[in-house]
Nanobody, 116 residues
């Protein structure tokens, strides 16, 4: 079955960096767009960014452009989210996502807290 397992979250000070990773299994990873979403306290879940099958078409939310970078390794079935210059408003649970046909799949999420 499809599994997405995120890791790498934690507590970081404003201006700091974190790298999240998502390990995927149960589907042909290289054929699908992989995305990162986040849901902050009291907020709707929002798209952070996505990477097309071979990583060439990467899109980011305006709020993270220039600070976050998505990369994927099709050989290892992983997608990473490098987050730099973190701000308190980046505090959220971050989720890995893939959509197979019409069905979205989600990981369990990893908490990122940006606070001094």
């Amino acid at each position: 079955q499809v599994q997405l397992v995120e890791s790498g979250g934690g507590l970081v000070q404003p201006g700091g960096s974190l790298r999240l990773s998502c390990a995927a299994s149960g589907f042909d990873f290289s054929r699908y767009v992989m995305s990162w979403y986040r849901q902050g306290p009291g907020k709707e879940r929002e798209l952070v960014g996505s990477a097309t099958t071979f990583g060439g078409g990467i899109k980011y939310a305006d709020s993270v452009k220039g600070r976050f970078t998505i990369s994927r390794d099709n050989g290892k079935n992983t997608v990473a989210l490098q987050m730099n210059s973190l701000k308190p408003e980046d505090t959220a649970v971050y989720y890995c996502n893939v959509k197979l046909g019409q069905k979205p799949y989600w990981g369990q999420g990893t908490q990122v807290t940006v606070s001094s």
